[in-house]
């Protein structure tokens, strides 16, 4: 791991296309700025982690969900508990996302035909 110091307004270049620039220092929070190629995906590392356990195999991630959700797109929803966890720091459970979605009377996202 490289570590460099930087203040406000100063930036720093990686691999000619991306550019990191210090927007804000307040306290102990610092604001960036990244200018990427748009087709770059860029998440925050724990919006990332909980991505990629999102997309482990079933025998690897958490146990399967009810039957009742098993025929909905997996990646959207378990995309969506990723995303509310990681804002609101606490665990957000799959059943959890689709029961609030039912509650509200949003429609599940369509079951996927099977890839053979």
Avoid: W
Avoid at 6 to 26: A, C
Avoid at 30 to 51: C, F, Q, T, W
Avoid at 62 to 86: G, W
């Amino acid at each position: 791991m490289i570590v460099l110091s930087r203040k406000k307004n100063e930036s720093l270049v990686i691999s000619d296309n991306i550019i990191v620039t210090v927007i804000e220092i307040r306290g102990d929070k610092v604001r960036l700025g990244i200018e990427s190629p748009r087709d770059m995906p860029l998440h925050r590392k724990e919006v990332y982690d909980a991505i990629r356990r999102a997309e482990l195999p079933p025998e690897i991630s958490a146990p399967s969900p009810p039957a009742q959700v098993e025929s909905c797109q997996p990646d959207k929803i378990d995309r969506l508990a990723a995303a509310l966890q990681s804002r609101l720091a606490v665990t957000v459970k799959r059943e959890f996302v689709v029961q609030a979605m039912q509650e509200a009377g949003i429609d599940l996202p369509a079951a996927q035909p099977a890839v053979k």
